[in-house]
Nanobody, 117 residues
Framework: QVQVVESGGGLVQPGGSLRLSCAASGSIFSRSIMGWYRQAPGKQRELVAVITTSGSTNYADSVKGRFTISRDDAKNTVYLQMNSLKPEDTAVYYC???????????WGQGTQVTVSS
């Protein structure tokens, strides 16, 4: 059974940092484009950042220069380093594994990030 599990969310003050982690089953990780998405209350889920199997990255304009996505294939884990956090970054953050060259996606259960003083 494929598993995608996020961790690292929490409460942080504006201007602070958090690092999210997402561990995926070894059977899919190396073959997957990994992405972080977020969904704030009353809003649609949106793409935050994505990293391909070769390490190419793409970011939403709202997080460019503040967030960094990376992956460690040896640990089957993708990370999202979030710096200079703003209240508008408050959301549930989800990890998605997209099997390359397919439409098959696996989602994690989400982790809450709250940015507030």
């Amino acid at each position: 059974q494929v598993q995608v599990v996020e961790s690292g969310g929490g409460l942080v003050q504006p201007g602070g940092s958090l690092r999210l982690s997402c561990a995926a089953s070894g059977s899919i990780f190396s073959r997957s484009i990994m992405g972080w998405y977020r969904q704030a209350p009353g809003k649609q889920r949106e793409l935050v950042a994505v990293i391909t199997t070769s390490g190419s990255t793409n970011y939403a304009d709202s997080v460019k220069g503040r967030f960094t996505i990376s992956r460690d294939d040896a640990k089957n884990t993708v990370y999202l380093q979030m710096n200079s956090l703003k209240p508008e970054d408050t959301a549930v953050y989800y990890c998605k594994a997209n099997l390359r060259f397919t439409t098959t996606n696996y989602w994690g259960q989400g982790t809450q990030v709250t940015v507030s003083s």
